[in-house]
């Protein structure tokens, strides 16, 4: 194998959680049961994210210059709100 700078071509990288990569990440959310939670990404990492509740509600009103609405996910088999 021949080296390209630093790096030996031809090995595979070290697979590694994403997490680790950004331990200062904090998330918030409000969790299918209800409860706001807030810490490190990594606390939380297998949370499934897509069962938490909106941060917000998508409001609609006449003049509007965006769309707002639902659409249907298949992986989740549940609406998720959308704003254009």
């Known amino acids: 194998m021949r ?6 071509v ?18 918030r959310f409000v969790g299918a049961d209800g409860t706001e939670r807030f810490g ?5 990492w297998a949370e499934p994210f897509e069962h938490a509740s909106p ?4 409001t609609a009103f006449k003049g509007q210059k ?8 298949a992986t989740s088999r549940s609406l998720v709100g959308y704003e254009s």
């Not at 965006?66 to 996910?73: A, D, I, K, L, S």
Request: no cysteine; glycine share 8%.
């Open 40 to 44: 490190p990404l990594a606390r939380y």
């Open 55 to 58: 941060a917000r509600n998508f």
């Open 3 to 8: 080296r390209d700078g630093e790096v030996l």
């Open 10 to 27: 031809g090995e595979p990288a070290e697979a590694v959680p994403a997490w680790e990569w950004a331990p200062e990440i904090q998330v």
């Open 66 to 73: 965006n769309f707002t609405g639902e659409y249907w996910v």
